[in-house]
T-cell receptor, first 113, second 115 residues
Framework: GNSVTQMEGPVTLSEEAFLTINCTYT??????LFWYVQYPGEGLQLLLK?????DKGSNKGFEATYRKETTSFHLEKGSVQVSDSAVYFC????????????FGKGTTLSVSS | DAGVIQSPRHEVTEMGQEVTLRCKPI?????LFWYRQTMMRGLELLIY????????DSGMPEDRFSAKMPNASFSTLKIQPSEPRDSAVYFC?????????????FGPGTRLTVL
């Protein structure tokens, strides 16, 4: 079946450090891939997405590249800020619109100044 | 544009009471999802609807949980009777066919505490 595996947290970094959060997936067909972010006390927000192999999603300095050969969609940011502290969820959708997303368990990022 | 609207934002109730959570999806969206988030189990899909019809309710934990979508602009998730282990944050999300491959928009959540 379809599944998403992301690295266990928490991830603790100093401001301006480089961030990588690993995400790998198992899916039939050609899924779309997403990163969602959840700030404290809020709902999930879409951070970035990629809908086909080799696509790079980017937003707010975050990037992730859809790698079909390694079934991965790792999230990266070159210089994190304290305001990036949140929980990050990798997700996939393997069918047409209207089908539920499959989420990873989430990775908590804590950035200190 | 208003996003997904959920009410109430916080609910505290006693074990055995009925709880009803409400959701208004984004206008024009035709799919609606209910999720539950806990520290132990993370984010779980409970049920989702396409065009007001329940498609997959395999995530509903037991018969105490029920969900309805009487029209395109409103859905409820009901727990009767509630138990302390139902304490969680419940999210509603919606998406539409025009969106890029299933991008979902989440509401702010309802934090439920069952004493």
């Amino acid at each position: 079946g379809n599944s998403v595996t992301q690295m266990e947290g928490p991830v603790t970094l100093s401001e301006e450090a480089f961030l990588t959060i690993n995400c790998t997936y198992t899916a039939t067909g050609y899924p779309s891939l997403f990163w969602y972010v959840q700030y404290p006390g809020e709902g999930l927000q879409l951070l970035l997405k990629a809908t086909k192999a080799d696509d790079k999603g980017s937003n707010k300095g975050f990037e992730a590249t859809y790698r079909k050969e390694t079934t991965s969609f790792h999230l990266e940011k070159g210089s994190v800020q304290v305001s990036d502290s949140a929980v990050y969820f990798c997700a996939l959708s393997a069918y047409q619109a209207g089908t539920a997303l499959i989420f990873g368990k989430g990775t908590t990022l804590s950035v200190s100044s | 544009d208003a996003g997904v609207i959920q009410s109430p934002r916080h609910e505290v109730t006693e074990m055995g009471q009925e709880v009803t959570l409400r959701c208004k999806p984004i206008s024009g969206h035709n799919s609606l999802f209910w999720y539950r988030q806990t520290m132990m189990r993370g984010l779980e899909l409970l049920i989702y609807f396409n065009n007001n019809v329940p498609i997959d309710d395999s995530g509903m934990p037991e018969d105490r949980f029920s969900a309805k979508m009487p029209n395109a602009s409103f859905s409820t998730l009901k727990i009767q009777p509630s138990e302390p282990r139902d304490s969680a944050v419940y999210f509603c999300a919606s998406t539409g066919l025009a969106l890029s491959r299933n991008e979902q928009f989440f509401g702010p959540g309802t934090r439920l505490t069952v004493l």
